[in-house]
Structure formats: C-alpha cells, structure tokens
C-alpha cells in the first residue's frame, strides 16, 4: 500500500478524531488522521478554563437522560465507551481525574494540555499517522472508497470518519467544513446554532456588575409567560450581559429563536428561600434594624453590589433605610429578588459558543455503528451531529464515546 492510499482516513483532529483514529489503528488498520491546524486539539487545550472538563460523574444513563430525547442517539456509543471507559482511559495515561462539587470530572493537574497529550500518547503507539496544517479541500466517494484533495497531495481511503466538528470557537478551525461534505452525500443538516454561549442583555446597569458571581440562581426564558428552558446554578455578570453555567445551559433556547429580542429572563436570586420567607425577613428586619440601610439587610443573602442594584430596579434609592418598609415596597423588592425580569437581545454567537447545536441530522446516522445511512464506507463523530448537551463534561463525553464507536466500527469493514 502506498503513502497515499489508507483505510481508514479521519478528517478532524479534536476530541473525537483524536479517540476514533486512534482506535481504528489499535484494531489494525492503516489510519490517517488530517487535521487544518498546526496542531491538534485545540479546542481541547480551550476548554473548561483550560483545565478540559473530561466527563461528568454519572453512569451512561445520566449521560443521555442530560441530553433530552435526543440522548438516546449515544446508547451504543455509551456501551462501547462508558464514562467510567473514559477516566479509566485518560489515568491509564497518568492523567489523574477528580470529581467537583458540581459533578464536573477534571484532570487533578487542572491541566488540559495534560489530556491531550495523553491521547497523543495513545495515538503515536496506535500507529495512526497525523498529519497537520493539511486541510481537507474536497471529498469525492470513488467505486472502492473516497479520493481526498489536501493543498499537498491527493489521498485514497476505503473508510471516512468525519470529525470536523461544529462551528463553535471557528478561531480554532471549526468553520463547518464537516457540513459541506455530508451535505455533498446527501445528508441533512439542521441548521447550526451556537450553544453554551453567553447572552445579551438590554439592561445598562448588569454591566456594572461585571466580575460578581452568584453562586445559586435559578431562572427561565420566557416567550410572553410561556417558559422555554429553565435551570438553576452559578450566574456571572459580564459587560455584555450575562454567563456562567446556568445561563450556558438555556442559551441554545435564545440562540434558536426567530426573534431572541423578544424573549426574556427570568432570575431568582434565592432559588434556597420561599418568597413568603423573604417578606417576613425584610418585615422582621424593618421593625428591628430600621436605622440599617435596606441594602445592608439584604446583603445578609446577596453580596452589597447586586443588592444596589435591585433597590433601584425596585424603584427605591439605594441608601433607602430598613424602617417603615411598608407591604407594597416589600412586595417589589422581593419581585426584584426572586423574579427579576431582563429583556434579552441575543448571545455572542460562534465565537464565543463552547458548542454548536445543529448539524447532520442523527435520523440520518446508524446510532449502533455511526455509519452514515446515505454513504455506507462513511462514519460520523463527535460535533458535527446533530446533538449537544448542557455544559459540565457531557459533551465530551458524547464526543469520546462516539469517536471511540465510529473508530471501531470503521475498523472492523
């Protein structure tokens, strides 16, 4: 066989073109990985803070029940590589995990430069062959496989995983090439959107609150009154508006809609206390502490910044005292606290979007195998499917345990 003839060729070295390359060539096959950066992985070394967010601590069913109905697409891909496959893998590689608070399973070196290197590790003793900064300009199905067309050469290859990802982060080389190929197939692609994003908000002052983390809200979108998502964790204010796990987790709702500038957020600040336990807190407070600015008194729930700030979305002056804090101010201030309302313009788009929602349509995808339905010698992984989770390691997942599945299943033809 020559330089230029392979069976299995892998177009996108990330997450899942790293693991579905580097299982094929475990299982004896000649495989090439192509990758248009100069190096792999780079949204590998980008993500969870640059300490990469492995997986999430659950069993496989945790892992597609995260994912909504769409989640059953990964049954065999779970089966073929667990979570628990998964840490096993990575400290198999000396990559010791830890599990946080939040469920999020991280490297204990908070290193993700350590992650890649251990699956690169695995790829160079797999015996597949990477071959960087060569881009994959054109694909053509052939009667024994597929010519492939690089700036430098021209390639054949009886098997084709693609692993080009989404169109998330495009500074890192997910431009959406993926899409122009399975469309060229035959394939549909849902139209792709940025998820895990942060969102805008048409609220001046959120800027000014910029830095200040909440560790525990629970909000909704909402089309009129009619919620679209709801979820409840850390919140961040940003000078573009708003962050932070629960705001990533319902951004794909914003990003999806025709018109995201008719939508809004709702916020509880104290998702932990009942809203008749808040009034009588700032009644009590009231008759005892009166002399007490009001702001100081919240601030015994919310840091002093965020309690300015809701004194005046209530309508108060912020160095407002606690004494004769009469039922209908009550009222409003406990509104701005545990169902603030922030009209929404939109989110930051690709750029700034850990995920993409969207792509090839999975009805289109053999679930047991990741062979396309349209092209049986092609396989597809990771990002460029149809299918993302909330944030916290699951999209990573999906990614191993799917490149892993096309890997194998690529091999074995």
Same mark, same amino acid.
């Given at each position: 066989?020559?330089?230029?003839?392979?069976?299995?060729?892998?177009?996108?070295?990330?997450?899942?073109?790293?693991?579905?390359?580097?299982?094929?060539?475990?299982?004896?096959?000649?495989?090439?990985?192509?990758?248009?950066?100069?190096?792999?992985? %780079?949204?590998?070394?980008?993500?969870?803070?640059?300490?990469?967010?492995?997986?999430?601590?659950?069993?496989?069913?945790?892992?597609?029940?995260?994912?909504?109905?769409?989640?059953?697409?990964?049954?065999?891909?779970?089966?073929?590589?667990?979570?628990?496959?998964?840490?096993?893998?990575?400290?198999?590689?000396?990559?010791?995990?830890?599990?946080?608070?939040?469920?999020?399973?991280?490297?204990?070196?908070? +290193?993700?430069?350590?992650?890649?290197?251990?699956?690169?590790?695995?790829?160079?003793?797999?015996?597949?062959?990477?071959?960087?900064?060569?881009?994959?300009?054109?694909?053509?199905?052939?009667?024994?496989?597929?010519?492939?067309?690089?700036?430098?050469?021209?390639?054949?290859?009886?098997?084709?995983?693609?692993?080009?990802?989404?169109?998330?982060?495009?500074?890192?080389?997910?431009?959406?090439?993926?899409?122009?190929?399975?469309?060229?197939?035959?394939?549909?692609?849902?139209?792709?959107?940025?998820?895990?994003?942060?969102?805008?908000?048409?609220?001046?002052?959120?800027?000014?609150?910029?830095?200040?983390?909440?560790?525990?809200?629970?909000?909704?979108?909402?089309?009129?009154?009619?919620?679209?998502?709801?979820?409840?964790?850390?919140?961040?204010?940003?000078?573009?508006?708003?962050?932070?796990?629960?705001?990533?987790? %319902?951004?794909?709702? %914003?990003?999806?809609?025709?018109?995201?500038?008719?939508?809004?957020?709702?916020?509880?600040?104290?998702?932990?206390?009942?809203?008749?336990?808040?009034?009588?807190?700032?009644?009590?407070?009231?008759?005892?502490?009166?002399?007490?600015?009001?702001?100081?008194?919240?601030?015994?729930?919310?840091?002093?910044?965020?309690?300015?700030?809701?004194?005046?979305?209530?309508?108060?002056?912020?160095?407002?005292?606690?004494?004769?804090?009469?039922?209908?101010?009550?009222?409003?201030?406990?509104?701005?606290?545990?169902?603030?309302?922030?009209?929404?313009?939109?989110?930051?788009?690709?750029? +700034?979007?850990?995920?993409?929602?969207?792509?090839?349509?999975?009805?289109?995808?053999?679930?047991?195998?990741?062979?396309?339905?349209?092209?049986?010698?092609?396989?597809?992984?990771?990002?460029?499917?149809?299918?993302?989770?909330?944030?916290?390691?699951?999209?990573?997942?999906?990614?191993?345990?799917?490149?892993?599945?096309?890997?194998?299943?690529?091999?074995?033809?």
């Amino acid at each position: 066989m020559s330089e230029s003839d392979w069976d299995v060729a892998v177009i996108g070295a990330g997450a899942a073109g790293l693991m579905a390359a580097l299982r094929a060539a475990d299982l004896g096959r000649r495989v090439l990985l192509l990758e248009k950066n100069r190096r792999p992985g %780079v949204k590998i070394l980008m993500s969870g803070g640059t300490r990469c967010n492995i997986t999430h601590a659950t069993d496989n069913r945790g892992i597609v029940e995260a994912y909504g109905p769409p989640g059953r697409f990964l049954h065999s891909a779970l089966a073929a590589f667990s979570v628990q496959d998964t840490i096993d893998f990575f400290e198999g590689e000396g990559v010791l995990t830890k599990v946080e608070e939040t469920g999020k399973v991280f490297p204990v070196s908070n +290193k993700a430069a350590d992650v890649l290197d251990a699956l690169l590790r695995r790829l160079h003793r797999s015996g597949a062959t990477l071959a960087l900064g060569e881009p994959v300009l054109d694909l053509e199905r052939r009667e024994s496989g597929f010519s492939l067309s690089t700036p430098a050469r021209t390639l054949s290859a009886r098997r084709i995983i693609l692993t080009t990802g989404g169109q998330s982060y495009p500074g890192s080389g997910t431009t959406g090439d993926g899409y122009t190929f399975a469309g060229k197939f035959g394939h549909t692609i849902v139209p792709p959107r940025p998820a895990l994003v942060p969102i805008t908000v048409g609220v001046p002052w959120v800027a000014q609150l910029r830095g200040l983390t909440i560790p525990d809200t629970a909000l909704r979108v909402l089309e009129g009154t009619r919620p679209l998502a709801s979820r409840r964790g850390s919140l961040l204010f940003a000078h573009f508006g708003l962050s932070g796990p629960v705001i990533l987790d %319902v951004s794909r709702v %914003v990003s999806g809609h025709a018109r995201p500038e008719s939508l809004t957020l709702e916020i509880d600040f104290l998702p932990a206390v009942k809203e008749p336990e808040l009034d009588e807190f700032l009644r009590a407070e009231s008759l005892a502490s009166g002399k007490k600015q009001l702001a100081v008194v919240l601030s015994d729930h919310l840091p002093r910044r965020l309690c300015d700030a809701l004194l005046a979305a209530s309508g108060m002056p912020i160095d407002r005292r606690a004494a004769a804090l009469s039922k209908p101010d009550r009222a409003k201030l406990v509104q701005s606290v545990k169902r603030l309302r922030l009209p929404i313009k939109g989110t930051l788009g690709f750029g +700034k979007a850990e995920v993409t929602a969207g792509g090839v349509a999975l009805d289109e995808v053999d679930s047991r195998s990741l062979r396309s339905k349209k092209v049986p010698e092609l396989f597809l992984a990771g990002e460029v499917l149809d299918l993302d989770g909330p944030i916290g390691g699951y999209n990573f997942q999906a990614a191993w345990s799917t490149g892993w599945l096309a890997g194998t299943r690529a091999a074995e033809e």
